[in-house]
């Protein structure tokens, strides 16, 4: 209530303003024939402008768009915090899969392909098995990255669920 009386004077003193300031460029324009068949001119757009300024400075609406979306950042910075060390323990894991297949390839290949090419193993059997390695290796990285995967999509819908759990509360308390 004193939000709509305070309102009211503040649009009663833009339209007095706007009043004065436009009848006063009719009289620097116009003749007195012309302004008297301007009758209510003045007021008509004192009051039209006056309305358009209150909801350009009050903007109700927007501000409780503003404070919803606010809201809902907020809840869901919170949640991202909540899940914070799985978030990490996930990247964690998947960067430790990535730098152990880097290393197999660039340095841990070569030492085992060094040591056969020093044994008195033919070099069909030693391309074979380095060949059955590489397999077996690549085969143990693509489950664990899977495993990884998996458990980031699983965190990622944990998070996804409980934010729409959030929104649907803010909804329903119209927050």
């Not at 894991?93 to 197999?104: G, N, V």
């Amino acid at each position: 209530m004193a939000e709509e009386k305070k309102s009211e004077s503040l649009k009663d003193a833009i339209k007095s303003q706007l009043k004065k300031e436009f009848e006063s460029s009719l009289k620097a324009v116009c003749s007195e024939e012309e302004q008297k068949k301007m009758t209510g001119l003045a007021e008509r757009y004192s009051d039209a402008m006056a309305s358009r300024i209150l909801d350009i400075v009050e903007c109700p609406m927007r501000d409780k768009t503003l404070q919803v979306l606010y809201n809902h950042e907020k809840h869901y910075l919170d949640i991202l915090k909540e899940y914070k060390e799985e978030i990490k323990f996930a990247a964690s894991l998947q960067a430790e899969i990535r730098k152990e297949q880097s290393a197999f390839f660039s340095s841990t290949l070569k030492e085992v392909c060094n040591s056969l090419k020093e044994t008195q193993i033919e070099k069909e059997y030693q391309a074979q098995w380095i060949y059955d390695l590489v397999l077996s290796y690549t085969s143990s990285l693509k489950i664990s990255s899977k495993l990884a995967e998996e458990h980031v999509i699983q965190l990622l819908g944990d998070i996804q669920q409980e934010a729409e759990e959030v929104k649907n509360k803010d909804i329903k308390t119209g927050k």
